[in-house]
């Protein structure tokens, strides 16, 4: 089990201090969500933020790509040292190559689905993945209320991944918190993203505890 902070909630002007403090909390995972103001209506970052954090950290960088036609970015978030690049199926319509893209580029590569979007639409690319991210909220601002109805989806996919023999993770993005995290845990989600959770809390490490203590 793996617990991802997003940095969309964390202070900007202090983004160095709030991404070792996750670290020194004992997280796997920093997620980095790149939006572009076209797929999503807001806009955040780009690869020079990844790039910054890349000598400051030895979390794995999973970077979460909210872009139209993603595939133009993969070799600039390569150079800037992401670990995993993560994908909108609505984003592209070459999604079968824009994840060997991102594979031959020497990243591991994930495929994301919007709470509208069915299971279906990307069963043709599991083979492809390394993780399968269902968002738990409609994607573009932090701080949403969870979408528990997604779940099924999360259900969906652990589903076919025994089937079919695969060993990609399962994350869950969007209101994930103490209550919520055991849910996605029973649905067969191993990677979880908490932002706002964790971010905007006077104690973060008590934030993180609490959702390991939902996973057990």
Do not use: W
């Not at 790149?34 to 910054?52: E, H, L, R, S, Y």
């Not at 492809?128 to 573009?140: E, K, S």
């Amino acid at each position: 089990m793996k617990l991802s902070p997003s940095i969309l909630s964390a202070d900007f002007a202090n983004l160095a201090r709030d991404v070792k403090m996750v670290e020194e909390c004992g997280v796997e995972y920093l997620h980095i969500d790149i939006m572009d103001g076209q797929f999503v209506p807001n806009i955040t970052m780009g690869d020079n933020v990844v790039k910054a954090l890349r000598p400051i950290t030895k979390l794995t960088l999973d970077v979460h790509l909210m872009v139209v036609n993603p595939e133009r970015f993969i070799e600039d978030y390569a150079n800037a040292g992401a670990d995993i690049l993560t994908i909108h199926q609505e984003a592209t319509p070459h999604l079968h190559g824009a994840l060997q893209k991102i594979r031959n580029a020497g990243m591991k590569a994930g495929v994301v689905i919007n709470p509208a979007t069915p299971v279906s639409s990307i069963q043709h690319v599991l083979h492809l993945t390394d993780q399968v991210l269902i968002m738990t909220v409609n994607p573009g601002f932090g701080g949403q209320t969870f979408l528990s109805e997604c779940l099924e989806k999360v259900t969906e996919v652990a589903k076919i991944r025994e089937e079919k023999g695969y060993s990609f993770d399962i994350e869950v993005d969007g209101g994930v918190d103490d209550k919520t995290i055991s849910a996605c845990k029973k649905a067969g989600a191993n990677v979880f993203v908490a932002g706002s959770y964790i971010y905007n809390a006077k104690s973060p490490q008590e934030r993180i505890n609490a959702l390991r203590e939902g996973l057990r």
